[in-house]
Nanobody, 115 residues
Framework: QVILAESGGGLVQAGGSLRLSCAAS????????LAWYRQAPGKEREFVAA????????LYQDSVKDRFTISRDNAEKMVYLQLNNVTTEDTGVYYCNFPNSPLPWGQGTQVTVSS
């Protein structure tokens, strides 16, 4: 059984930072691209960032470029999202998944940015 488990969310003031983590089990982690998504209240889930299987190619949504950083540790089967200089627009539930072969969504981790 493949499980995606996100963690690290919380309440942060605008301009602050958070580091999100995602553990994936039950699939050959190191051979798949990974991505982070988010869903703001009342909105559809959207793409945030992706990283290729080797961890050398990354892609970001325009609104988070230069503020967020995606990384991965294949040995630990973890993917991370560092959020810096957050704004209230970054509030939402953050999820990880395999972009090319998505799995059922995990619980996600809530990020709330206060002004």
């Amino acid at each position: 059984q493949v499980i995606l488990a996100e963690s690290g969310g919380g309440l942060v003031q605008a301009g602050g930072s958070l580091r999100l983590s995602c553990a994936a089990s039950g699939r050959p982690f190191g051979s798949h691209d990974l991505a982070w998504y988010r869903q703001a209240p009342g909105k559809e889930r959207e793409f945030v960032a992706a990283i290729n299987w080797k961890g050398v190619i990354t892609l970001y949504q325009d609104s988070v470029k230069d503020r967020f950083t995606i990384s991965r540790d294949n040995a630990e089967k973890m993917v991370y999202l560092q959020l810096n200089n957050v704004t209230t627009e970054d509030t939402g539930v953050y999820y990880c998944n395999f972009p090319n072969s998505p799995l059922p969504w995990g619980q996600g981790t809530q990020v709330t940015v206060s002004s």
